[in-house]
């Protein structure tokens, strides 16, 4: 699934190159794509305007408008969300693509029109295009990113104390909460913890306060890295070893499987051991 690193290449795909241009067609047939509106209602809102601004909170994208025909009135937020394993394709007049979001090379077969769920048609020729071939993706009219918290990358330390160390919960169903803290996904919890050396499933009231500052440096450097390497949550060090005989790139230490939030974790069995004190036996391939 798109992370935020993979997420902010498409915002900055807009950004560099979706800007200022006009829009003169929209296809928004797909319903489920496009729930609630109805066929033609994005159409509508959107045709004669240009995207002047495209932000992010999370793994939500969301493009500011402007007014038609000259008018001062900005027009209606466009919100776009990957899902699964959504990339936006920018086209120039010439035929160039241009791609941001899920990892391109996934897909077994070519591209394919029909996989294009949401189409901005430019003034110049070009398009924009939210090109999903699992159908998980949303397009919708003033999203408003409140329902999230403070975006992983802007979160400040003590936001960052306050949203993620209170309760009971395992630390990385708490950063996998977007509520709490928005943009961070499976892969970079496991390699966020691993960096911290913290186990994924300590309690956030167990954590000290060395603990939770530990973590938010490794949060940092993960996204920065991350985004640095093209936006690839699937980038991080301790990646290649989530897997049966994977063995921790630091210490050589067997990597351990369990579920952490509903999610399936991996962890170092000796450097993120301290809690709980008995933990899961490590998973061995069965490959001698």
Not at 37 to 49: Q, V, Y
Not at 72 to 77: M, N, T, V, Y
Request: contains cysteine; aromatic residues 4%; proline residues 6%.
């Amino acid at each position: 699934m798109p992370e935020l690193p993979e997420v902010e290449t498409a915002r900055r795909l807009i950004a560099d190159l979706a800007l200022g241009r006009r829009i003169v067609g929209v296809d928004d047939a797909d319903t489920y794509v496009c729930r609630p509106h109805s066929p033609g209602e994005l159409r509508a809102a959107l045709t004669g305007r240009t995207l002047t601004a495209a932000r992010r909170r999370g793994k939500q994208i969301w493009c500011e408008t402007s007014g038609v025909a000259g008018s001062a009135e900005p027009g209606p937020d466009l919100g776009i969300h990957l899902g699964m394993a959504g990339r936006l394709m920018v086209t120039a007049k010439d035929g160039w693509v241009a791609e941001g979001g899920d990892r391109a090379g996934r897909d077994a077969q070519p591209r394919k029109a029909e996989w294009d769920r949401f189409t901005l048609e430019f003034a110049d020729g070009g398009q924009l295009a939210l090109f999903d071939k699992r159908r998980l993706g949303r397009i919708l009219l003033d999203p408003g990113p409140d329902r999230l918290g403070p975006d992983a990358v802007e979160v400040t330390p003590a936001e960052f104390r306050a949203l993620v160390s209170k309760g009971t919960i395992a630390v990385k169903a708490r950063l996998l909460d977007q509520s709490k803290i928005a943009g961070i996904g499976n892969l970079l919890a496991d390699e966020i913890l691993w960096q911290a050396k913290i186990s994924p499933t300590t309690p956030v009231s167990r954590l000290r306060r060395q603990d939770v500052d530990r973590l938010l440096r490794a949060v940092r450097s993960v996204l920065k890295s991350a985004t640095a390497e093209g936006g690839g949550a699937h980038t991080g060090e301790v990646i290649a070893a989530r897997r049966p005989g994977g063995r921790c790139p630091r210490c050589g230490a067997e990597m351990v499987h369990g579920t952490v939030g509903g999610r399936s974790t991996w962890w170092c069995s000796r450097e993120q051991g301290a809690w709980p004190r008995a933990l899961p036996t490590p998973v061995t391939s069965s490959k001698k």
